[in-house]
């Protein structure tokens, strides 16, 4: 009877802190991106109103991430190569190791000039940096915190539950993390608001263009992610990386001066896409993957998420116009579809994940998109194309 409720004692406190991490991991994001916003709003907004200049399509644009890519080289140069990839923190947490405490002030400081100071890279390999740092941090002194906080995010087996149930805790934790983030007042991402409500009257057509939707954009966003993560493994900028980072800044500098939704990570943006021509739209689809490829290779390290998200809601826009489609289904179809690729195939994860940016609504737009990307992605695993996936990442 004893170990039956110690047993019980032990599933709880594994749940409890699947909740309260996901709580903590919704605060982080929502902080880290106030933060940020405020520093974009102040260094692009504040400063140049107090020059007299226009931000953007002037001289304030290139210079501003010249002076960047001097103090991102500065920053390598004295703390180190920060923010990790997300593949290798998260692989390192994976692999039994931990990430240092130390990670976390360092990746705060060198995120904040990356994204402040124009980077056009996602936020995403910064809060993982953080989180983990700070998971790091709390086992060092609460070591039975630490243990559960690993085996809730995935990186130690959880035997006090069944194996069907093994998965569940990380789960409570992503879902508690949106719903958290979600309540925050302040922090919030702004991509959800561009979408209005749906209404729920949708037909079979609607559909099957959220389907085909989802098929085109799984291949080229695979492709895409496979350049961006040899990109993100090149180290030729650690030779000298003030010279890489203020020439990395000056090139995608340039690119912005054809549409300043170019720079930075792209949620601030995305709202402005349905306002933009095609040309402009086309513009921002490949110069804002060209910027994240030319920032990841030159020392501004970052997330791809949000880039590639804009990326392809920018293009999806486009399409919508050509065939006549509902511009808000098919831009929710690839966002899923992009999601999916991603998380490597792990549906319930992409849905997670998308609905960060989408209302809750267009569900059944982001579960078709998501499904039909797994489609494409199991019969190119078939057809041997690409290789089985790893075991999915906690959310």
């Known amino acids: 009877m004893q170990d039956r409720v110690n047993r019980l004692g032990s599933v709880g406190a594994l749940f409890a802190t699947a909740i309260v991490t996901g709580a903590i991991a919704a605060v982080i994001t929502a902080a880290f991106i106030w933060c940020y916003e405020h520093g974009i709003d102040f260094v692009w907004g504040d400063v140049p109103d107090a020059l007299g200049v226009d931000p953007y399509g002037s001289w304030f644009t290139i210079a501003v991430p010249v002076v960047g890519g001097l103090l991102v080289g500065l920053v390598h140069l004295w703390i180190g190569d920060h923010p990790q990839a997300m593949e290798v923190a998260l ?24 994204l402040i100071l124009g980077g056009p890279v996602g ?15 709390s086992a060092v002194r609460i070591r039975s ?77 695979l492709l895409a992610l496979v350049v961006i993560q040899r990109c993100e493994r090149s180290t030729r900028y650690e030779r000298s990386p003030i010279v890489y980072g203020m020439v990395g800044g000056l090139l995608f500098a ?93 549906v319930p994860l992409a849905l997670v994940l998308t609905l960060y940016v989408v209302p809750i609504s267009y569900g059944f737009v982001m579960v078709i998109g998501s499904v039909a990307a797994v489609v494409v992605l199991a019969l190119l695993r078939t057809s041997g194309v690409i290789p089985e996936p790893d075991e999915p990442e906690p959310a």
């Open 123 to 137: 936020f995403e390999a910064a809060i993982v940096g953080v989180a983990g740092g700070m998971a790091a941090w």
């Open 91 to 114: 692989e390192t947490w994976k692999s039994g190791e931990r990430l240092a405490p130390s990670i976390a002030p360092k990746t705060m400081l060198a995120a904040a000039v990356i």
């Open 254 to 346: 340039i690119l912005a001066l054809g549409n300043e939704i170019v720079l930075f990570s792209g949620q601030m943006q995305f709202q402005q896409l349905p306002f933009e021509s095609d040309g402009a739209l086309l513009y921002v689809t490949v110069a804002k993957f060209a910027a994240l490829l030319i920032a990841v290779s030159t020392g501004w390290r970052g997330g791809p998420i949000f880039p590639l998200y804009t990326s392809i809601g920018a293009f999806a826009i486009v399409a919508a116009d050509v065939v006549g489609a509902t511009t808000d289904i098919v831009q929710v179809a690839a966002l899923a579809a992009v999601s999916t690729v991603l998380v490597k195939g792990n």
């Open 145 to 221: 915190v630490g243990s559960l906080v690993r085996q809730v995010w995935g990186a130690e087996r959880i035997d006090m539950l069944p194996e069907q149930f093994a998965k569940s805790p990380y789960w409570v934790a992503g879902i508690t993390s949106l719903v958290a983030y979600r309540w925050m007042p302040f922090g919030g991402i702004d991509m959800g608001f561009r979408f209005d409500r749906f209404d729920g009257e949708w037909a079979v057509g609607d559909a099957a263009t959220a389907f085909v939707t989802a098929v085109l954009v799984t291949v080229p966003t």
